[in-house]
């Protein structure tokens, strides 16, 4: 029996530890899977363990150098220092996390000059007991956080918080005058939580929606149809601190909002909190995900991004892009099959109450007529996107040629696939190449099990951007 955290492929790992940082591209958890459920299908690669004990949820690797190496763990807040493949006894950092749901240690990135700038980035989610927490109400209103941290060689100290975000989620209790469109229960999940420095040397934050239904989230008027006109029970539906989700945010690496981002004119002549926050803003129309980098040789932004039901996306994000969440998924030409699935298929919800999937336009210039467009906003449709939800998760690129020339510049992601729809089958990694052409193919390899042949997932459509 081989545990799961202890693996990687050595000629990526090896690969990627010269671009110097690695996201574990599944949020591995500490059961042990059987050899036979990790089925490597490319023979250029193979997969080596590294380490084997002593880790607890990892979710992210951050590389100081080919043999030294730091691991975040998702339910500890620990992170913690592997030197030559032995693991130091005493975490450099650990903070008091709340990790109900997707909540916890979500990212750690070092300053582009590190260590001559010795500042890191920590993406966390704070648990209000003061200790590491797991109950869904243990979080402050804003309990996702960003702050840096500076290194001294051996730990990390705290220097600044730079921004606070959404973590209560209570859509539980109802909104005054709109009772009986509440949740069951509160909820946890939606952090979003990748960070990445682009090529621009300005920091890029990737946020979940919160389960919020305002702005950001193309609903003018927010979700309901009468007054009041809010988004819940802490205001809305204008981007407030509470309400600023479902974005990517660019940020100079002290917090601040570049000049250049762009809404930060119009965020400007708005004034007050919300206009501070749209300065922050590079896109929005998220709805969730934990993939996120940067094409080492064109500088372009890409994310992966979780469907409900349908429709889960891989986007080349644009400065100034509306994804178009909540009012579609996926291509704008699936937008009757998107509301299909949704409307008829598991359950029938798009996890608030408070707005169902009925509500969504079923024709595709309806739903664009609907989206919220700030000025200098564009639609973009995704790239790349799967008729049921496969659950991608983390996503990086390969520089260079250590895999092997036909690796160089690929993007390699990662997914859940628990629907029946897409295999049932575990998790797999798989890598998209460009292949030149305006159309922007892929093509696709599944490095897990998989049913079936052919170039795309097992038991799903795929589809390119166009098609």
Known sequence: MKDRNSLLPKRLARALRAAGVVTLVTAAMTLPLSSAAQTMLDPNLQVTTVLSAGLNQPIGIVFLNANDYFVLEKASGQVKRVIAGVLQPTPVLDLPVNSNSERGLLSMVLHPDFPATPFAYVRWTESSTGADSTAVLDVPLLGNRLDRFVWNGSTFTQDINLVRLRSLQTDNIAVP???GTNNGAAQGNHNGG?????????????????????????????????????????????????????????????????????????????????????????????????????????????????????????????????????????????????????????????????????RAAYTASLALSRLLMLPGATYVDPELSWRYEIGPSGTTFVKGVALGPEYDGTLWMGSARSFAQVGANGGCVSHQADDGSPACRYKCRSASRRQGGGQSFPGTEVRRHGE
């Open 194 to 358: 990748v960070l990445r420095f682009g090529p621009d040397g300005k920091l890029y934050l990737y946020m979940g929606d919160q389960g919020r239904r305002g702005w950001l989230q193309n609903l003018g008027n927010g979700p309901f149809l009468t007054e009041p006109r809010t988004d819940d029970t802490f205001g809305g539906p204008a981007p407030d601190n509470a309400h600023l989700s479902g974005v990517i945010l660019r940020l100079n690496p002290d917090g601040s909002a570049p000049a250049d981002n762009p809404f930060f004119a119009v965020g400007a002549a708005m004034g007050g909190e919300v206009g501070a926050n749209l300065q922050k803003i590079y896109s929005y129309g998220h709805r969730n995900g934990f993939g996120m980098a940067f094409d080492p040789y064109s500088g372009s932004l890409w994310e992966t991004e979780n469907a409900d039901d349908a429709y889960s996306e891989l986007n080349r994000v644009v400065p100034g892009m509306n994804g178009g969440w909540i009012q579609l998924a996926g291509p704008l030409g699936r937008m009757s099959d998107w509301k299909f699935i949704e409307t008829t298929q598991f359950g029938s919800a798009l996890q608030q109450v408070r707005y169902p999937p009925t």
């Open 177 to 179: 005058g709109h009772e």
